[in-house]
Structure formats: C-alpha cells, structure tokens
C-alpha cells in the first residue's frame, strides 16, 4: 500500500499536518538506518537534508521537496588550536535541479512507498 502522499510531487508543510514525524521529542531517531526501517514500518514521516537523497536510496521509500520549509543553515566544526591535520577539504553539498521558475528545497519528507 503506497502512503498517500508518496505519489506527489512536493509538498508544503501544510501537507504534513496530521502526519506522525520522526525526530521530534516524542519520538527521536539515532542513525538513518533506524529512521529509514521506522519509516518503511510506517511509523512515521520524516524530514531530511536533500543531500541524503544521493547517498541513501531505497526502492521503498520517496524523497519529496518541501517547497515552503525555511532554509537551513549548517557551519563546519573545526579545532579551536592551530595545531590540527592542515586543510581540510570540505564537499560541496549536491543540490537537486529545479524546474524553471521552482524554488530549490532546502529539506525533503521521506515517506513510505511500497509498490504492492
């Protein structure tokens, strides 16, 4: 059975009203691993960075842009001496192309998708 909004092709955080999110205080996930099988067990929803999309695929799951989720800001942790390895390469993140005129999602809500 396919979740009811794993057939759209984005989504506001309107459309996640009702919807049973991982990650908040009520219920907190620790590695992706555990995220991914609570979500394919639909125990919930959850929102990710879109760089995931690119490193963890799985056939049972959907990545969907949030178009209206604000952006998120992220830093890099470094030592405070200067005595540490010398630079330090930093990956450039993978953006998702967007349609023309679209905006860029900043966050994606990962839902359950089962072809049966």
Known sequence: MTHPLAARSSLT????????????RARRTYTLDEKFELIAARQG?????VSITGSYSRPDLAYLPVTDFPPVETCLA???GGDGPG???????RRPRAAAGDSVPHREVLTPHHLQ
């Open 13 to 24: 955080t309107a459309d996640l009203d009702g919807e049973p999110v991982l990650d908040t």
């Open 45 to 49: 929803v959850a929102l990710v960075p």
């Open 87 to 93: 630079p330090v390469r930093v990956p450039r993140p």
């Open 78 to 80: 470094v030592p405070a």
